[in-house]
């Protein structure tokens, strides 16, 4: 999926440079949040701030599932000091400078972000957990020869499990699509399945067969 990525340049001419960035910067956050609708990035220099120098805000707004991640961002004053000691007094050495000023507002900005979303992530695992002891979802992706697969229950990521963890021995029943329950909990990589159920007419068809059988 592409993520739909608005770019607005306010008090500053509109720059192809600049906005590629922005759109590099912010493909890369569907890494960290992969339900993300939206993204709105304003790129302006403030009416109020005439400094040495030029100065740029950043501001980014990401449309979620239920809700907003707002980041409001200037370049560190360190940063700023650091471009202003190295400027040189020609024009080329100004427009060099300027991208150096933009660019820092942007990668800042960018970094608030990606820290948001996953903040974002985990409250949301959370409260997914307070709600219910057991979540649903489907099988997304199955690794045979790993043992292993991933869970899509709309959490904004997926889930990783192992075959020890799937009820029943049905690992090797399961298919990608596969309704199925399960307990989350935090493994050394990160948020992992346990008590792995298969649900749904999945469950039916194998009872049915089961009779049969007998």
């Keep these: 999926m592409t993520l739909p990525v608005q770019v607005t340049f306010r008090n500053i001419s509109p720059s192809p440079t600049i906005e590629q960035l922005v759109r590099e910067q912010a493909s890369d956050l569907e890494q960290y949040y992969s339900h993300i609708t939206d993204c709105r990035v ?18 980014i707004r ?16 360190h940063s700023r000091q650091q471009d202003i000691q190295e400027e040189e007094r020609t024009k080329q050495r100004e427009i060099e400078a300027t991208r150096r000023y933009v660019q820092v507002a942007i990668n800042e900005a960018f970094d608030a972000a990606r820290r948001r979303l996953q903040d974002f992530a985990r409250r949301q695992r959370l409260d997914v957990k307070t ?13 045979p020869k790993q043992h292993c697969g991933y869970i899509d229950a709309g959490l904004g990521y997926e889930v990783y499990f192992h075959e ?22 935090e493994g050394e990589k990160g948020p992992q ?7 749904g007419s999945y469950r039916r068809q194998s009872a049915k067969k089961g009779a049969v059988a007998r």
């Design 42 to 59: 304003v790129v302006e220099v403030p009416h109020q701030h005439q400094l040495v120098g030029d100065h740029y805000r950043v501001r």
């Design 62 to 77: 990401i449309t979620v599932p239920g809700g907003e991640v707002l980041v409001n961002r200037e370049p560190s004053l």
């Design 131 to 143: 709600r219910r002891g057991r979540i649903h979802g489907h099988v997304s992706r199955l690794e």
């Design 164 to 185: 020890n963890s799937v009820l029943n021995n049905d690992f090797k029943n399961l298919s990608v699509g596969t309704e199925v329950s399960f307990a989350e909990e």
């Design 193 to 199: 399945a346990s008590t792995v159920k298969a649900l």
